[in-house]
């Protein structure tokens, strides 16, 4: 199982060797995520969040490129890094109140402009190899020719040049979104990595119940873009998007078991042949 959580006994040993003021007892609590192993680790010196990826990982996923990223960014968007040690990611506990709702458009806009304008991280973000890595993964018996054709058909056309090339974080909803004060901080940083500030709005997009148009306008004021052009540019990922979304729902099918990824990834599919029959519509006209 990709995400099954495996001992805490490693962190234990890590915590003593490198936060020697941690209490023994009463010290851990387990933090909910599906790509690793999470915990809160509170010591008298702070709380600090613990990571550990399993053996099985996603394509281009590593703790090593997640500790490199946090290190790049400016404070307070993200966690700051503490160490990276014997396959653990120790992070300093970013404070603040995780809301159950989105932020608003001028704040969250505000807050991926902010991300975008900082320097790049030096790795690109490429979608082909998780769509691969989903089918592989999947039920054999839900994988349909259809979902081939589709995959095929995007590698074919590759993926889009980019827009603007920034640093993504690719993982932007609600329970990542964490209020301090007047600042907005973003946590869980493990896909993060450069791209098209349009595939990040159109993840965006996906991930949340969002007035598109409205995000499109209030980004684009800020970036002083086109929004004529960046719509187009969004549109150009969202089949890629879709397709990673009913991939990623039919791969947890496959792990877990749980009925609600089926409903999920049939909604995405439901979704993603709309989006065709649109394309052809246009294409007609």
Sequence with gaps: MLFSKPTKAS????????????????CFSALEGLSGTSYRVVTEEGSFAARKLPAQRLPGLSLQRHYRALK?????????????AEGWLLTHWLEGEVSPHLASLTELTGLLYYLHRQPLFGWRISLAPLLDFYWQESDPKRRTLSWLRELKRLKRRKEPHP????????DVHAGNLVRQGERLGLIDWEYAGDGDIALELAAVQAANTVDSEALLVHYATQASLCVEALRRQVSRWEPWITLLMASWYECRWQQTGEQHFITLADDAWCALRAMK?????????
Excluded: K, S
Excluded at 11 to 26: C, E, T
Excluded at 77 to 82: E, K, L, T, V
């Design 277 to 285: 029959h649109q394309e052809r519509v246009l294409w007609a006209q």
């Design 72 to 84: 790049r960014l400016p404070a307070g968007i993200a966690p700051a890094p503490f160490c990276l």
């Design 11 to 26: 962190l234990d040993a890590v915590v003593a060797r490198y936060l020697p003021a941690a209490q023994a007892a009463g």
């Design 163 to 170: 827009i603007r090339l920034a640093p993504l974080h690719m």
